[in-house]
């Protein structure tokens, strides 16, 4: 049986993975701090609780599965927090990866899946974003992932280890069946900040800047279900392990929704009315953000099957219900 070390596989989009992977047989150990993830929300295989600054614990792992290929969702996501403690952010998604790579070479496995970002890009020059895209990122947390990207090249150079980069636009929705969902702390994502205005968690959802040179004046934004990340991130992985070489793609749904849309859409999802306050424009937020992602939809057979952004917004309702219920 093929064996995956999932890192990160207790927070949101490795959680989902994990289930993914089960579900198409693999055998699945997973590496978690849960620092941000939750126990509970792996649902199947191996669970190491530790930290990749623990080069000892990884070591030990490594000897004790025959890892085929390693999948990445370990790094910290809060551009606003990487800002104010950039040294948290170098320390985990940089030096704590390359103890990972460092390891996974020392034990003869040559097989990457990294979670990148649309962060890489910076201030969008153009949209659709493509791979040739200028990397000019704009805060620590997307110079960390643009910089991995570079040592994983690197690596690939010196040690034959191959990876592929998943650059992510706006991850969103919820498991389909309802047993996985978001749960960041703080959360700071949008869908879920709207559907817990809708539940009445919140007093209401700040909708911030109307005077965007877009259709309705509100950013938009490229959603992509969770679920379809996973596929790409197994294609990917399948890809590697037919004998592939390294690559990076972006993922993203090709199609832009404004927030007054995702408004829009969970008012009619939920059959609630959502209060909306209007703040000042946030600084360093372009008006729009949106995946061309036809590479990976070519070299990968790779598809969005829940594009349609009341599919998504259905699917997080239904965990966001299902955690007000306890």
Not at 95 to 112: E, G, I, Q, R, S
Not at 298 to 326: F, V
Request: one cysteine or more; proline letters at 4%; hydrophobic letters at 35%.
């Amino acid at each position: 049986m093929t064996t995956i070390l999932v890192v990160g596989g207790a927070g949101y989009i490795g959680s989902h993975m994990v289930k993914m992977l089960l579900r198409t047989g693999y055998q699945v150990i997973v590496l978690d701090n849960l620092s941000g993830g939750y126990r509970d929300a792996v649902i199947g295989g191996d669970f190491v609780w530790a930290d990749l600054a623990d080069r000892p614990t990884l070591a030990r792992l490594f000897k004790g599965y025959q890892f085929d290929g390693v999948m990445h969702f370990a790094s910290f996501i809060e551009v606003g927090e990487s800002v104010r403690h950039p040294g948290k952010y170098y320390q985990n998604n940089i030096a704590n990866t390359l103890n990972l790579l460092d390891t996974m070479v020392k034990h003869d496995v040559n097989k990457f899946i990294f979670s990148s970002s649309a962060a890489i890009f910076g201030e969008p020059q153009y949209t659709p974003i493509d791979e040739q895209h200028i990397k000019h990122p704009i805060n620590p947390y997307g110079r960390s992932k643009w910089l991995i990207e570079q040592i994983l090249s690197d690596y690939d150079h010196a040690h034959q280890l191959k990876s592929i980069c998943l650059r992510y636009f706006n991850a969103a929705g919820a498991d389909p069946e309802g047993q996985l969902g978001e749960r960041h702390s703080p959360e700071t994502h949008l869908i879920p900040l709207v559907l817990r205005a809708a539940s009445g968690q919140h007093s209401h959802i700040t909708m911030f800047g109307q005077d965007y040179q877009t259709t309705d004046g509100t950013c938009v934004r490229d959603y992509v279900h969770v679920n379809d990340l996973c596929q790409a991130h197994l294609l990917s992985l399948e890809h590697l392990l037919s004998g592939a070489n390294s690559a990076a793609y972006n993922l993203g749904n090709g199609q832009g929704f404004s927030v007054q849309q995702v408004i829009d859409v969970s008012q009619e999802v939920t059959g609630r009315e959502i209060p909306v306050v209007i703040g000042e424009r946030r600084p360093g937020d372009p008006a729009k953000l949106v995946a061309d992602s036809k590479l990976a939809q070519q070299k990968l057979a790779w598809s969005p099957q829940y594009a349609d952004l009341k599919t998504i917004i259905s699917h997080a309702w239904q965990w966001e219900t299902r955690c007000q219920n306890g």
